[in-house]
């Protein structure tokens, strides 16, 4: 009886310690699985944390890239806006590169503020390379003939033909036939009331005489300038073909009232054709106030070609060569007989005068 009373007191001692045990073995077991748990969500959370670092690093350095690239970029753009397109005129223009400057994002094609609407071979070529010296002058190379030949292709087909300007420059353009269209002066003015005009004039008679060589150096066989000078081919009777192309365009007054129809004297800029070439960097800063342009262009860019007998441009930095207009300027004009001239001088002189009287200048011709 007495170990059986012992047996009994026996069982729930070990009942207890069992279940001790076993709440300890859950308790260690616990702690185990949140310990574990937590170091892995250190770990995970660590792995993250590198794997964002390490995509992190080369984001910023592809925008310390891209910075240094858009500074690069906006710094060339205003070196090559501030230097002239072949040409010596770096030296000159340093004062303007500053402010153009970072300025390559806001450049857009415009329609021209400026034209060269006349004449045909007057000088109207060099006038436009010597401008393109300017670093606030945007010009277009070519000859649109836009406003004669095709205004139905509408103003954004003509836009989209300008060269992209920054703000401040002047977009520019040269097609020396509006001078004499009759269309062109309203045209023009219908695009733009400021819009400002620059005419090269020169002697009627020398233009006359280098058109007949532009001619006849492209159409062998043609007829004698004193044949198509005068309506019975003789100069004695003075019957001068005035609607002969080479002899109308030097018709000047005739052409000048249709422009002053639309628009102001003073929106109207008269190169000196012949001053053009003995005088460029005079000229070329009376055309540089007309614009409103700082004066750049000087004499310390041009030299006179004796060859020639025309200005050139000095060497352009990183070039051999002075530029010089091309092979046809400045080419020796068609021997004429003097009493030829002598006859068209006789028959320029009351539209010279005239001419004179309208633009409140004395050419000499």
Not at 32 to 38: A, D, R
Not at 154 to 167: T, V
Not at 194 to 212: F, G, H, N
Not at 336 to 354: E, T
Request: some cysteine; proline content about 6%; charged content about 20%.
């Amino acid at each position: 009886m007495a170990g059986s009373h012992h047996l009994q007191q026996d069982v729930p001692r070990l009942l207890h310690k069992l279940l001790f045990m076993f709440s300890l073995a859950v308790v260690c077991a616990s702690l185990y699985f949140i310990l574990s748990g937590c170091c892995d969500f250190i770990l995970v959370d660590t792995a993250k944390h590198l794997k964002q670092t390490s995509q992190l690093l080369p984001l910023t350095e592809l925008f310390q890239r891209k910075n240094a690239s858009f500074e690069k970029r906006a710094t060339d753009v205003g070196v090559r806006s501030a230097s002239p397109v072949g040409s010596a005129g770096a030296t000159g223009a340093v004062g303007a590169q500053s402010s153009n400057v970072g300025k390559d994002w806001t450049a857009t094609r415009r329609l021209p503020q400026a034209i060269i609407i006349g004449v045909k071979k007057g000088g109207t070529r060099a006038l436009l390379e010597f401008l393109r010296l300017h670093p606030d002058i945007r010009a277009l190379g070519s000859e649109p003939y836009f406003f004669d030949r095709h205004y139905s292709r509408g103003l954004n087909w003509y836009r989209n033909l300008m060269p992209k300007a920054l703000e401040g420059q002047v977009v520019l353009e040269k097609t020396p036939r509006y001078f004499v269209t009759v269309d062109s002066p309203g045209r023009i003015h219908a695009m733009s009331q400021e819009v400002k005009l620059i005419v090269v004039v020169r002697d009627p008679v020398t233009r006359a005489i280098s058109d007949y060589t532009q001619i006849i150096s492209k159409t062998p066989g043609v007829p004698s300038f004193e044949t198509l000078t005068f309506h019975n081919g003789t100069e004695e009777a003075l019957k001068v073909d005035s609607l002969w192309s080479p002899i109308w365009i030097g018709l000047y007054a005739l052409h000048l009232e249709r422009w002053l129809a639309h628009f102001p004297l003073e929106q109207i800029h008269f190169v000196h054709g012949e001053r053009l070439v003995s005088d460029p960097a005079g000229e070329l800063g009376r055309v540089q106030d007309f614009l409103g342009l700082q004066r750049i262009i000087t004499d310390k860019h041009f030299y006179f070609n004796k060859t020639k007998g025309f200005p050139c441009l000095k060497k352009p930095e990183g070039s051999s060569k002075p530029h010089c207009l091309g092979r046809t300027k400045g080419r020796p004009h068609a021997d004429i007989h003097p009493q030829v001239i002598l006859g068209l001088r006789q028959f320029y002189q009351p539209h010279n005068l005239r001419f004179y009287q309208m633009t409140g200048q004395d050419f000499g011709w």
